[in-house]
């Protein structure tokens, strides 16, 4: 599996469109990296304006997240007016930066994003694990209670026909 957090020897990554599947969710699985690794989102303003461009991009549906020093992890969802995964993205990082309370650390975000659609409840409570872990991995936290960066905007809640 690719590790979402590297991006070396690719030019771009592929961002499939949102496949159907009867009576299953559509949720994917997105890992958005700060242009450079600095560790600039770990702050209570940033995060602050990270959720209200989420909320305001309101294409796609922004469920669980978590938001580290230098990148942030995320399940999203389409709305009935969705647009293009890539769109929508383009159009949170590009809100996120026209708020940002520092021009210095401008570009904020990497050109690119990791996304992976989930196939199977078993993978979104994989990813999940893996996201709530993060913290903990990076020793920002003794416990995955213990990272104040994480949180759900809305209930994304899989459903599988098997």
Not at 69 to 87: E, I, R, V
Not at 102 to 119: C, E, G, N, S, V
Request: proline share 9%.
């Amino acid at each position: 599996m690719m590790n979402p957090e590297s991006n070396t020897g690719r030019k771009k990554l592929p961002h499939l469109p949102a496949l159907e599947f009867p009576n299953q969710s559509i949720i994917v699985f997105v890992t958005q990296i700060v242009s450079g690794r600095r560790p600039i989102l770990d702050r209570s303003e940033v995060v602050e304006i990270i959720l209200r461009a989420w909320t305001e991009a309101d294409r796609w549906s922004v469920g669980r997240y978590v938001i580290m020093p230098d990148h942030l992890h995320f399940f999203c969802s389409p709305t009935p007016s969705a647009s293009s995964l890539a769109s929508w993205m383009q159009f949170w990082r590009s809100q996120t930066t026209r708020l940002w309370p520092t021009d210095d650390q401008k570009p904020i975000w990497q050109k690119d994003f990791f996304d992976r659609q989930l196939r199977h409840g078993e993978s979104y409570s994989a990813k999940w694990h893996y996201m709530m872990e993060n913290p903990v991995r990076k020793g920002l936290a003794a416990d995955v209670n213990g990272w104040p960066w994480q949180g759900k905007i809305h209930h994304l809640p899989w459903s599988d026909p098997n």
